[in-house]
């Protein structure tokens, strides 16, 4: 998808995917694991090595290589029998390993691993990914939070051993502000309508005022998109986007006001 320019532009996280370049640069350890809450951007920014990596702005011992996306929810589900997750997992690490260190793994809630893998009474299933990682086959960027990093990663030393990790800070209203700036453009084709800066300082400011259980950016993202989503449906498509509905800050409070008055936040 970063060849094809389908993935959200990056913005505000060039601090942590440099750290995330100098961490997988590395002879050792060189498997970063990013840590924060939930909602912060860690996806975004394994998205933003791919993206450097398809421009070809990378180290050159980098350009050679892929960031391939694990999804565990797809290979765990349906895995009733034991050792039938750890079979699916022990298959894609042994594809991996055949494409001779060309593929980064990024692991979204890389815990799992170790948290599914004993599910079931069977083998650990971090237990096969660790010799390709010792053998230096497999290289992996995961993310979880700081929780569950101590609860299911810090226990087990081997693979804590094989993991660097870095911090991902929730970023501040200002920061927040320049991210939806940023990407507000992919939004605005996909509903066919205009985004106002009103509209996107109105959903930062009321997502800070009353979402208190979600993080940025991706509570602001949240109302913005669904603001976007509710202007786009009331409206025909089919006009030239110098005629496309606006989204300003009344929309976004609407948007607001129904979930607050549903319970949805």
């Known amino acids: ?66 960031v391939l996306a694990l999804d565990l929810p797809a290979i765990i589900s349906g895995t009733k029998y034991r050792g039938e997750f750890e079979q699916r997992l022990k298959k894609i690490a042994d594809e991996i390993t055949a494409a001779k260190r060309s593929i980064i793994l990024f692991i979204d809630e890389i815990h799992t691993l170790a948290e599914a893998g004993g599910a079931e009474g069977s083998i650990d299933a971090d237990d096969i990914l660790k010799p390709a990682l010792a053998r230096g086959d497999l290289q992996v960027i995961g ?25 991902v800070d929730e970023p501040t209203n200002e920061e927040t502000v320049e991210i939806l700036t940023g990407i507000k453009q992919r939004y605005e084709q996909y509903h ?44 025909t498509n089919g006009q030239p986007k110098e005629h496309w509905p606006l989204v300003g800050v009344a929309e976004v409070q609407a948007v607001m006001q129904e979930w607050l008055e549903n319970k949805e936040i």
Not at 16 to 21: L, Y
Not at 216 to 235: T, W
């Open 1 to 66: 998808m970063a060849t094809d320019g389908k993935l959200d532009p990056v913005v505000g996280r060039d601090e942590e995917i440099e750290r995330v370049i100098q961490v997988l640069s590395r002879r050792t350890k060189n498997n970063p694991v990013l840590i924060g809450k939930p909602g912060v951007g860690k996806t975004a920014i394994a998205e933003g090595l791919a993206q450097l990596i398809a421009q070809q702005k990378v180290p050159q011992a980098l350009q050679h290589k892929r």
């Open 143 to 167: 993310a979880t939070t700081a929780q569950e990093y101590k609860e299911f990663i810090e226990k087990d030393v081997t693979l804590d051993r094989r993991l660097h990790p870095i911090l």
């Open 192 to 235: 066919k309508v205009n985004i106002t800066q009103e509209a996107i300082l109105t959903a930062v400011h009321l997502a800070a005022e009353h979402i208190k259980g979600k993080a940025f950016p991706d509570k602001a993202i949240d109302l913005m998109d669904e603001a976007a989503a509710k202007v786009s449906i009331a409206h």
